[in-house]
């Protein structure tokens, strides 16, 4: 079975500063790992994903992610925060084979304070 | 590519009716979709998975004859809420895979179910 786990249902920023939402999986099997983003009343819209190539994985709108398995975390970071980044946050986790759906994570809403 | 459309985006309707929502892939063909519920403020819970042609398969604990799922073919797949209740009112959500991979999908904008 697998899981995800993101620690902080609710993260504030200042704009330009440091954007750290924290995500942590378990898994039976090697992991696929993904963040998606979702603005009110939307879809989910994929930042980037981990699917065992690189560790430092780099998506859209400046995110980016780094698969650390001693420590099951895959933490999605931007350096310099916007307001345009507010918005609801969802880790999720699947199997490499793609046999089994996106298992989700309860989300981190992030606020960017001006 | 691979864009995903759901209609109607909103509906409110009165308790004891039936709502279809569908679920459209605009530029590829989905083996597979999958549709989700969101309640406010809560993360994205898997109520079916659904094949081309086949059965849905359901998530434990989702009502099959409440939420009746079609795809008929490899670009549409309906959800039915039937003899909806406010307690059904949620952001239901769309997502197609377009191949063997399940984690490969593309979601939809979603709609909004208010049940009066």
């Known amino acids: 079975a697998q899981s995800v786990t993101q620690l902080g249902s609710h993260v504030s920023v200042s704009e330009g500063a440091l954007v750290l939402l924290r995500c942590n999986y378990s898994?039976?099997?090697?992991?696929?790992l993904f963040w998606y983003v979702q603005y009110p009343n939307q879809g989910l819209q994929l930042l980037l994903k981990?699917?065992?190539?690189?560790?430092l994985v780099k998506g859209i709108n400046g995110f980016e992610a780094e698969f650390k398995k001693s420590e099951t975390s895959f933490h999605l970071t931007k350096p310099s925060a916007h307001m345009s980044d507010a918005a609801e946050y969802f880790c999720a986790v699947s199997d490499t084979a793609g046999n089994t759906p996106l298992v989700f994570g309860k989300g981190t809403r992030l606020s960017v304070i001006a | 590519g691979a864009v995903v459309s759901q209609h109607p985006s909103w509906v409110i309707c009165k308790s004891g009716t039936s709502v279809k929502i569908e679920c459209r892939s605009l530029d590829f063909q989905a083996t597979t979709m999958f549709w989700y519920r969101q309640f406010p403020k809560q993360s994205l819970m898997l109520m079916a998975t659904s094949n081309e042609g086949s059965k849905a398969t359901y998530e434990q604990g989702v009502e099959k004859d409440k939420f009746l799922i079609n795809h008929a073919s490899l670009t549409l797949s309906t959800l039915t809420v039937t003899s909806a209740h406010p307690e059904d009112s949620s952001f239901y959500i769309c997502?197609?895979?377009?191949?063997?991979?399940?984690?490969?999908?593309?979601f939809g904008p979603g709609t909004r179910l208010t049940v009066l």
């Open positions: 898994s039976s099997v090697p992991p696929y």
């Open positions: 997502s197609a895979a377009s191949g063997r991979a399940l984690n490969e999908q593309f």
């Open positions: 981990y699917t065992s190539a690189a560790t």
